[in-house]
């Protein structure tokens, strides 16, 4: 079946640093949505990417999706407290499933 | 109305008893969805409903029976469930299934704990 795994498991950053995610798909994908989720807390839907090659940003969070559309980023610019969480890309495959990624924990060193 | 509301918020039962999880949203999406989630691991993918039918069923054990009374709500009722069982359980929704456009909403869950 479908897999989708999210490197690396956890990451750990001073406060103003950078921070990316990759995700990667064992199978091509139609689109990949990237969600959030705070310590105790429930995934926040944050964007959908549907085009070999797409870029799209939000403030400080940069998402790319790859030319075989396998493969996922997602990068934060200058990261502050409330980027804590645990980050998931989720892939919508050939067998009409939304596959979550093993996800990101981000943890911000103040 | 942009939530999925579920309730209870915490639910501690023992392996005998019988218990339900609501879930509602008053968005219009037709499709919805359970997912259980284990400490540090992604959402697991349990059901599928596509306007008000049940679509995909990924092998869960009967123990675990959904329901869809209609198109705002979505109920998960619980039977004979095991320790291993206990686990964040969140119910999602989207505009529809199938249509990839759209990012689903997940309600804030429900803690359950078997014991």
């Known amino acids: 079946g479908q897999q989708v795994m999210q490197i690396p498991q956890y990451q750990h950053v001073q406060e103003g640093e950078d921070f990316t995610t990759y995700c990667n798909s064992s199978?091509?994908?139609?689109?990949i949505q990237w969600y959030k989720q705070r310590p105790g807390g429930h995934p926040v839907f944050l964007i959908q990417l549907v085009k070999s090659g797409e870029v799209k940003k939000q403030k400080r969070l940069t998402f790319q999706f790859g030319e075989a559309k396998k493969n996922s980023s997602l990068h934060i610019t200058a990261t502050q407290t409330t980027d804590v969480g645990t980050y998931f890309c989720?892939?919508?495959?050939?067998?009409?499933?939304?596959?979550f990624g093993t996800g990101t924990r981000l943890t911000i060193i103040p | 109305d942009t939530e999925v509301t579920q309730t209870p918020k915490h639910l501690v039962m023992g392996m005998t008893n019988k218990k339900s999880l609501k879930c509602e949203q008053h968005?219009?999406?037709?499709?919805m969805y359970w997912y259980k989630q284990k400490a540090k691991k992604p959402p697991e993918l349990m059901f599928v409903y596509s306007y008000e039918k049940l679509s995909i069923n990924e092998s869960v054990p009967s123990r675990f029976s959904p329901e869809c009374p209609n198109s705002s709500l979505l109920n998960l009722h619980l039977h004979a469930l095991q320790p291993e069982d206990s686990a964040l359980y969140l119910c999602?929704?989207?505009?529809?299934?199938?249509?990839?456009?759209?990012?689903?909403?997940f309600g804030s869950g429900t803690r359950l704990t078997v014991v």
């Open positions: 989720a892939g919508w495959g050939g067998n009409e499933k939304l596959t």
């Open positions: 999602a929704s989207s505009q529809e299934r199938g249509r990839v456009n759209y990012g689903y909403t």
């Open positions: 968005m219009g999406h037709r499709a």
């Open positions: 199978t091509t994908l139609s689109n």
